[in-house]
């Protein structure tokens, strides 16, 4: 596989490539190029390409394939882009890896919840929300000793949060502003306690970006 040819393609993208973000090329289901950034997932030259990865779509489909991984088999959540390409007369696809975050920063941001409390409806100041929690089918949000529910899913919120907010959990985004320490269980896993008193989990997928965000 040439080498400077998918350099030459990591350099025509580099106009928009965040400095952050890492580059993959796969061929016939393997990785055959890794170029590391800021959020580096550790992929291996010769590794397959695991599924329900971007890359997998991409070589599937042959199409432009765009989306949040959350339960990546790389060991992080992230944000990828991929693009079919051809290499050598082969269908190939090059990927674009980006924190998890990006999503977040990419999309015009809210500036107040709306809850019901009991019979009432509130709207509430984001920067005033603790973290916010998908139970029971339902989305819930915590703010001045208060617990609202929510008509909107975690996954559309997630999109739409300014960049304070922190995902940790598929069921638990967090206010940074609001953390008061980071420790470890029993079982040696990440978890966050609140300035509310409240203990949240953080889940493996997620400790990778957790870590990254926080820097620590």
Sequence with gaps: MET???????????????????IAVAVAGRY??????????????????PKGSIAEQTLKEVKRVEKLVEASSLGSTYYGIGYPVEI???TAALV?????????QKRQTVRFLTGKLEEVWRPVPIGQVIYIES???KTWFYANEETYCSIHTLKNLKE????????????????????????????????????DGAVLPVSQNYATSVRERLGF
């Design 135 to 137: 139970s029971q089918k």
């Design 32 to 49: 055959v190029y890794f170029k590391a950034g800021a959020h580096d997932l550790k992929v291996q030259i010769g590794e397959a390409v």
């Design 160 to 195: 739409q949060l300014p960049d304070v907010f922190l995902p940790i959990h598929r069921s638990y985004i967090v206010n940074i502003n609001y953390i008061e320490e980071i420790s470890r269980d029993v079982a040696s896993n990440y978890i966050l306690t609140m300035k």
């Design 88 to 90: 050598q007369g082969q």
């Design 4 to 22: 400077v040819l998918i350099e030459q393609m990591g350099f025509m993208l580099g106009d928009w490539i965040p400095k952050e973000a890492s």
């Design 96 to 104: 674009v890896i980006l924190p998890a975050t990006y999503i977040i």
